[in-house]
């Protein structure tokens, strides 16, 4: 990783609080901030695009503006003439260190079941590259492999800003202990 980059990712790299770990718990609100991560959408569009009713959409939307991981962007004008309130992901959840490692099993399996839905609705044409794999680890070695990781994809996260001209891919890297 360029030195530049490294410095960088030091510097953002921080514990969750209480708050964004919760905010981060749910499928629902983790899908908001990929969404509003591509582009500010309003309430309405983003409980028609999540199939969602408004109320419900807005009671997450304001746990991640209170959270500070969603924000408000500048009041626009829609294509009726009427004012709208867009929203646009903060760009702090993936600088967070493990934000739900502490919480609870089924806050934990959030980001899975956001990751599962939203790989449903692309559908199996939209896998790029899969990789499945079996290994035996002590705990340390782990830990290495997350952070060996954790330190390619820092430097992708850091950089996205220069690629947002191509296809916007998703991903997950999960490691879980196999049933005996």
């Not at 646009?88 to 899975?112: C, M, Q, S, V, Y």
Request: charged fraction near 30%; hydrophobic fraction near 40%.
């Amino acid at each position: 990783m360029d030195d530049q980059v490294a410095a960088r990712v030091a510097d953002r790299r921080r514990e969750a609080t209480a708050r964004e770990a919760k905010a981060l718990g749910h499928p629902l609100r983790l899908r908001i901030l990929r969404l509003c991560g591509e582009r500010e959408l309003t309430n309405k569009e983003l409980a028609d695009r999540l199939g969602k009713d408004p109320g419900t959409v807005l009671h997450h939307v304001r746990q991640l503006t209170e959270a500070g991981l969603l924000e408000q962007a500048p009041v626009r004008t829609g294509v009726s003439g009427a004012l709208e309130k867009p929203y646009r992901n903060a760009g702090k959840t993936w600088w967070l260190d493990g934000p739900l490692n502490a919480e609870n099993e089924d806050t934990r399996f959030g980001p899975i079941e956001a990751f599962q839905d939203e790989l449903r609705e692309a559908g199996p044409a939209s896998v790029r590259v899969v990789e499945r794999f079996a290994l035996h680890l002590s705990p340390e070695e782990v830990t290495e492999l997350d952070n060996r990781i954790l330190d390619i994809l820092d430097e992708y996260v850091a950089t996205d800003h220069q690629r947002l001209d191509r296809p916007l891919l998703n991903g997950i890297f999960l490691l879980h202990r196999m049933a005996e």
